[in-house]
């Protein structure tokens, strides 16, 4: 985020201007009759309110903050306005772009936000835009540090007062029904992307695992602790529960898998503790995001929602792995072209567009973890000029047509497909997912390719390019298109694209802007 000049803040203008409209996800709305938390006695059926980068935030505890409230968009993207309705238990919160409203919508269909451990509702609000006054000195300060803390600088430190309930920058992690290992790796990935990570130390007590983890600064502790703390790393299990440690600096005298300094790589490994490989402790120390360790398949959903930002997916344990995915544009819509944009958040095993209802259909992915990554990310998306909706199917699989019997190609088995992108265990793709962007990953690119010729080909797609930039190794690129629909569309036109040479292109959402 840079700088706080575009955000607004404050209090409500008239109360004509912000009317409540209640119109939660179930369709059902509760009218609230002034009785706290947003009282249920009255019901009304009103209709959904289409997307917005205003979201409406209902039954909240009575003791919610600002803070807290502006934590649960900061993982989606930039915060620009907040309104509280302290009486009703309400709030409103303005989004940067309307993208980030639908992704953090769509998260949360998924998983139910908490605060201070009690559900509330979030849903678009009928606003396009919150018109506050900008006289709430407090409000000010909040979003002043969260915009810091976004841009990766230090907020001053009357700002980190506002925020920083706490002065620690150390928390303490203890992880409840830890059915799976949860790795120092595993934890530096998730807590990184609320600021730069220097120490973790973990330990076993009472038999719970516990770790001690270090920030560079107290508000990145106070951000992590507000979002991740009752949240769950891997489905409906590894639960963490975080507090502030008395603690104001970590002495890790070893780099290994128990503990490590990012500051410090030449630290040595202890007696009998496999060494921490130094071209590794490098690449920790110069970027704290680049690696995962080597992590289990099974924390692919958590590898993925941590790039969002979160860690649980929730989800029911067994679950069908099958999807269902209505509004599709059915003059343009394909098995291969579903086959292509679901692939990106797993291995899609078979396709079928419905004989009787072809702007719908059934997409069977690997497991249930990977059709809930699916819908979290893609429903609500534009594909084709249509908004499309993505829910889980009551189907356990998806049928193939008998023998002999033709459906106009409407039913593809994809279950054998050489383009899998989560087929090897511990694939670099489990860490690279992130919810459609307007920017696109390129990868091997072949060496006599231009940017014009990568300009040309994705203007081509039917898309506007805005910007492109080489890696350094020129087998990699980003190409940022005008709108993510346009690079949905391109994505689904030119993944595995023949480069020439048999080299084929690679594509995928990226998390960076050019």
Known sequence: MDGISDVAVGVKRGSDELSMYNSPNSGMSSISDGASNGSDSKKLRVEEA????????????????????????????????????????QAFLEMGTEEAAITM??????VTPHIRNIPIFIQYSNHKELKTDAGNQRTQAVLQAVSAVQSGGSPSSDVQDALAAASSPVLRIIIDNMFYPVTLDVLQQIFSKFGTVMKIITFTK???????LQFSDPVNAQQAKLALDGQNIYNSCCTLR???????????????????DYTRPELPAGDGQPSLDTTVAAAFSKDSNS???????????????????????????GSSGVLLVSNLNEEMVTPQSLFTLFGVYGDVQRVKILYNKKDSALIQMSDANQAQLAMSHLNGQKVYGKIIRVTLSKHQTVALPRDGLDDQGLTKDFANSPLHRFKKPGSK??????PPSATLHLSNIPQDVTEDDLRLLFSNAGGTVKAFKFF???KMALIQMSTVEEAIQALIDLHNYNMGGNQHLRVSFSKSTI
């Not at 919508?105 to 998924?110: G, H, S, V």
């Open 50 to 89: 289409p997307p917005s980068r205003v979201l409406h935030i209902r039954k909240l505890p009575n003791e919610a903050s600002e803070t807290e409230v502006i934590a649960l968009g900061l993982p989606f993207g930039k915060v620009t306005n907040i309104l509280t309705l302290k009486g009703k238990n």
């Open 206 to 212: 009472n038999n719970q695992f516990q770790a001690l």
């Open 472 to 474: 350094q190794d020129r």
């Open 429 to 434: 793709n489990f860490q690279n997912i992130f």
């Open 105 to 110: 919508i769509n998260y949360y269909t998924t």
């Open 291 to 317: 690696l995962l360790g080597a992590l289990s398949p099974l924390s692919a959903a958590a590898a993925a929602a941590a790039a969002a930002g979160r860690v649980a997916l929730a989800g029911q344990t």
């Open 242 to 260: 975080i507090d502030f440690s008395k603690l104001v600096n970590l002495n890790v005298k070893y780099n290994n898998d128990k503990s490590r």
